[in-house]
């Protein structure tokens, strides 16, 4: 089956660095995919749509200059919080599309835990 | 926008088929159901879909009412594994920003 992966599963960084989450499309091309962030105890929030090639379109409320998003190839997207801050410690998860079924069923990576201390 | 309604949690004995419902009394026409589970500390897994259907695969059944505006899901023999957050959501089949509400808790006991 499709298989979509993140890297790294778990991060620890100071307040105030960068950090770099991957989403990888294993055996799959995907034009588009998706971020995701989830704090303890809630539902997942679509934070932005990566689009190979083209800037990413960010929902209402996300900074664009805090998560920056490339999605520089057809089988990799990154994301990367700046600057980060403890209030950033979430856990952030991609997905992406597959076209060979009806319904283009949507598959998601196993998450990426950033911790800010 | 909540588009479904599921119940908050639900108990369900191993071994036993756990039977999830949804309400989408919305839902339009080009709309599909999707459900997807969360283990804890993962990420959303995909179990099934359908459109008016009712469709089979080897995790689950999805059962659609006639007039498209309930589901059910049917785990045909739950095992501890199978503890998780699950999410029911309609989308249309190019619309790829899935909105996921509280979903249901469900609690696999031995």
């Known amino acids: 089956g499709a298989v979509v992966s993140q890297h790294p599963s778990r991060v620890i960084c100071k307040s105030g660095t960068s950090v770099k989450i991957e989403c990888r499309s294993l055996?799959?091309?995907?034009?588009?995919m998706f971020w995701y962030r989830q704090f303890p105890k809630q539902s997942l929030m679509l934070m932005a749509t990566?689009?190979?090639?083209?800037?990413?379109?960010?929902e209402q409320g996300v900074e664009k200059d805090k998560f920056l998003i490339n999605h520089a190839s057809l089988t990799l997207s990154t994301l990367t919080v700046t600057s980060a801050h403890p209030e950033d410690s979430s856990f952030y998860i991609c997905?992406?599309?597959?076209?060979?079924?009806?319904?283009?069923?949507?598959?998601f990576g196993e998450g990426s835990w950033l911790t800010v201390v | 926008d909540a588009k479904t309604t599921q119940p908050p949690s639900m108990d369900c004995a191993e071994g036993r088929a756990a039977n999830l419902p949804c309400n989408h009394s919305?839902?339009?026409?080009?709309?599909?159901v999707y459900w997807y589970r969360q283990i804890h500390s993962q990420g959303p897994q995909y179990i099934i879909h359908?459109?008016?259907n009712n469709e089979t695969n080897e995790m689950a059944s999805l059962i659609i009412t006639e007039d498209r505006k309930s589901s059910t899901l049917i785990l045909p023999h739950a095992t501890l594994r199978d503890t998780a957050v699950y999410y029911c959501?309609?989308?249309?089949?190019?619309?790829?920003?899935?909105?996921f509400g509280a979903g249901t808790t469900v609690t696999v006991r031995a």
């Open positions: 997905s992406a599309r597959v076209h060979r079924d009806f319904g283009n069923t949507i598959y």
């Open positions: 055996d799959f091309q995907a034009t588009t």
């Open positions: 990566s689009n190979e090639g083209s800037k990413a379109t960010y």
């Open positions: 919305t839902i339009s026409g080009n709309e599909y």
């Open positions: 359908g459109l008016k």
């Open positions: 959501i309609v989308r249309v089949a190019n619309d790829y920003k899935l909105s």
